[in-house]
């Protein structure tokens, strides 16, 4: 597993990464969910929601509207292919409960600048 402050090094570099914002309304659910709220939704998506090896509809992109969960990923390079290739957690499984914790908090410091 690569460090979180590795990752956001490189990440801030790409001008992909660097692209995303929340918008006003991603903004808004933010505050008025709470950061504790959206973390804990970001903890269900990571847990339930493995990416198998070899997705079916490997071309069908991952969201990146709408909620900040889906928003802080594509930003810190937490979304499918990605974390293999940017934080060195392997597609062939289902994360550990260690490798889950690194992502959420990748997504947390996103969220807090």
């Known amino acids: 597993m690569s460090p ?7 990440s801030a570099t790409s001008a992909f990464r660097r692209r995303f914002r929340l ?13 504790g709220a959206v973390l804990a939704h ?6 339930t929601r493995p990416a198998p090896a070899r997705p079916v509809q490997d071309s ?4 990146s509207r709408g ?3 889906f928003v ?4 810190t390079a937490s979304c ?19 490798e889950e914790a690194h992502v959420v908090t990748a997504v ?6």
Not at 23 to 35: I, N, P, S
Not at 42 to 47: E, G, H, M, S, Y
Not at 60 to 63: D, I, V
């Open 42 to 47: 970001a903890r269900d998506v990571i847990a």
């Open 23 to 35: 918008h006003r309304h991603e903004q808004d659910d933010l505050r008025a969910k709470g950061l």
């Open 67 to 69: 909620h900040p969960v």
């Open 108 to 113: 947390a410091r996103w969220l807090r600048i």
């Open 72 to 75: 802080a990923p594509h930003a």
């Open 80 to 98: 499918g292919r990605c974390l293999e290739q940017w934080h060195g957690l392997p597609r062939s499984r289902a994360p550990t409960p260690e």
């Open 60 to 63: 069908r992109p991952t969201s």
């Open 4 to 10: 979180l402050s590795d990752v956001g090094d490189a």
